[in-house]
């Protein structure tokens, strides 16, 4: 990170109270308005109860540096980065705080080709802000507002790019957020029987918590089980998200979702690359490797710059699915459209796709405090700590904290968090056993160091 001040690994988040002020919000509108020249800027919002008034104090920011705006509602994350993009409008902004707790709001800022601000823009953005401010127009050179209805064309977009046999019954959760508007009608359009779980918007997420994490999705797994249904898929709060649930009721592990699609990118393109993150499973190494292609793994929130520079076929990080075909934003809304896609050329059950496609290694995940002052020394530690205990090391990877590959495909990987002060731990083994051992000889190290 070069100096970013106000922006954390995707845009701005944090508690309305504190953090994100409307003061906040008309600052960075009067700073955007700079960075894009006067040109035209997307806005759109969640279903937040402060999204209104946050989007109100950053379009007077927008208007007084003299942008104009194109206000589109409440909309999912992706729907406004299709918008940005299919307008060729300079920039797009969406106040969402994703999967955070109600009382947080926040802001993403997605570039004119449909792609979040990458680090260089975040960079640009942040001078501006604590420089010059931006600047007030005059009363004739002031910006406008004007309205436009983003959903249908960005719907009739989706469904262009898939087939989808009729009468696939499918129950989706959209957690009260954006998806709400849009993904029950989707799948409507695309001829499924469609059964909805918290498809109202309602800015205080009276179904669940917001993160689509299987504990939370404990009503979705009865209730397709009770349904008889195909396929579950639950959203998080801006729908950039997608989490699964097969016919079963079980939940499908995210690495095993970002495995089927890249395996299908690759076979499709014929070779090529697949960007992911340094947290996902070796089983999305060895099905592209099938495919024919490679795997590139960055930092947490990083995958856009690499996805870029390499040229990718497909790209993802747990839950944010980046379908090319359509455009370069992770997009929750595409991704529950594909796997009925997937479903419908298959003519089989999903957890039988999965079984005869996806290796399933055995996964350990935990989170420990570490504060902030003492994280460069823990991670320090820690790599010397592993790379002499642990055996048979094949590789070490430090994109973001460190990750030991070992010969037989199993890996550690530790690092801290860049957003709380929190160290995390992955262990993968290749059956129970190897992850019982290895998860000990990091857990010794762990709980000596931060008295865990
Ligand atoms: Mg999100």
Not at 395 to 400: F, G, K, M, R
Request: overall charge negative; aromatic content about 6%.
């Amino acid at each position: 990170m070069i100096g970013k001040k106000l922006f954390g690994t995707r845009g701005i988040r944090g508690p309305l109270s504190t953090k994100v002020t409307p003061e906040l919000m008309l600052r960075l509108g009067c700073a955007l308005a700079e960075y894009v020249n006067g040109g035209e800027v997307v806005v759109g919002w969640d279903t937040r109860t402060s999204g209104e008034m946050l989007t109100r104090a950053f379009t007077a920011g927008l208007i007084s540096g003299g942008s104009n705006v194109i206000e589109i509602g409440t909309v999912p994350s992706p729907c406004l980065a299709f918008t940005t993009r299919s307008l060729g409008a300079g920039a797009g902004a969406i106040i969402t705080a994703s999967h955070n707790p109600p009382e947080d709001n926040g802001i993403a800022f997605y570039r004119s080709d449909g792609t979040e601000f990458l680090t260089e823009d975040e960079v640009s953005l942040e001078r501006i802000f604590f420089g010059s401010g931006g600047k007030i127009s005059k009363w004739d050179e002031l910006g406008t507002v004007r309205r436009y209805e983003p959903i249908t064309p960005y719907l009739n977009a989706i469904k262009k790019l898939v087939k989808v046999r009729p009468g696939l019954k499918v129950v989706v959760d959209c957690a009260n957020g954006a998806g709400s508007l849009v993904t029950p009608r989707l799948l409507r359009e695309l001829g499924c029987k469609v059964v909805t779980l918290n498809a109202h918007p309602d800015g205080h997420f009276p179904g669940r918590p917001p993160e689509p994490q299987p504990w939370n999705l404990t009503d979705l797994m009865a209730t397709v089980r009770e349904a008889n249904a195909d396929i579950g898929l639950a959203h998080d709060g801006d729908a950039d998200r997608i989490a699964v649930v097969d016919e079963q009721g079980n939940f499908v592990k995210a690495d095993t979702i970002i495995a089927l699609f890249a395996e299908l990118a690759v076979a499709r393109s014929n070779g090529g690359t697949v960007v992911t993150s340094i947290n996902t499973s070796v089983a999305i190494d060895e099905v592209v490797a099938r495919a024919g292609g490679k795997v590139y793994r960055t930092g947490l929130g990083d995958f856009t710059e690499a996805m870029l520079e390499r040229h990718a076929c497909f790209a993802a990080e747990p839950g944010k699915l980046v379908f090319l075909e359509l455009g370069p934003w992770a997009d929750g809304v595409f991704s529950a459209a594909k796997l009925l896609e997937l479903l419908s050329t298959e003519s089989k059950p999903l957890s039988e796709i999965i079984a005869e496609r996806v290796p399933n290694y055995p996964t350990y995940y935990n989170d420990f405090e570490c504060p902030d002052e003492i994280k460069d020394e823990f991670m320090h530690e820690m790599r010397d700590y592993l790379l002499s205990s642990v055996d048979e090391i094949h590789e070490v990877v430090e994109v973001d904290g460190v990750r030991i590959n070992r010969k037989n495909g199993s890996w550690i990987l530790v690092r801290t968090s860049g957003t709380e002060p929190k160290a995390r731990l992955v262990v993968e083994g290749r059956d129970e056993a190897e992850l019982e051992r290895l998860r000990e000889i990091v857990l010794k190290k762990i709980k000596e160091y931060l008295k865990a």
